[in-house]
């Protein structure tokens, strides 16, 4: 099983960056397509960034060209670069590993990191 731990989240202004971490324990941490994912209040959570063990990147239409997720094996650490926030980026973020059939996570969620956008 594999623990995750999310951080970096807090409060911005519109147009802001933030830069969330995910930490996972347990090991072949690099076989794993990864992902972040992000719920709403009142939403459900939806997939919105993945990478691949290659480094293949895919994002869901409202934040392509504003978000980057970057992993360090090494480190078996994923991150997530969030430039020019919107007030709908507001969410509690997760990380976890993702199924290559269905997008459904793997494991267990973390307790996630809370990102306010908001002046």
């Known amino acids: 099983q594999v623990q995750l731990e999310e951080s970096g989240g807090g409060l911005v202004q519109p147009g802001g960056s933030l830069r969330l971490s995910c930490a996972a324990s347990?090991?072949?941490?690099?076989?794993?397509?990864m992902g972040w994912y992000r719920q709403a209040p009142g939403k459900q959570r939806e997939l919105v960034a993945t990478?691949?063990?290659?480094?293949?990147?895919n994002y869901v239409d409202s934040v392509k060209g504003r978000f980057t997720i970057s992993r360090d094996n090494a480190k078996n650490t994923v991150y997530l670069q969030m430039n020019s926030l919107k007030s709908e980026d507001t969410a509690v973020y997760y990380c976890?590993?993702?199924?290559?059939?269905?997008?459904?996570?793997?494991?267990?969620w973390g307790q996630g990191t809370q990102v306010t956008v908001s002046s």
């Open positions: 976890n590993a993702v199924s290559y059939t269905n997008s459904r996570n793997l494991f267990d």
């Open positions: 347990g090991s072949f941490f690099s076989m794993y397509l």
């Open positions: 990478i691949s063990n290659g480094g293949s990147t």
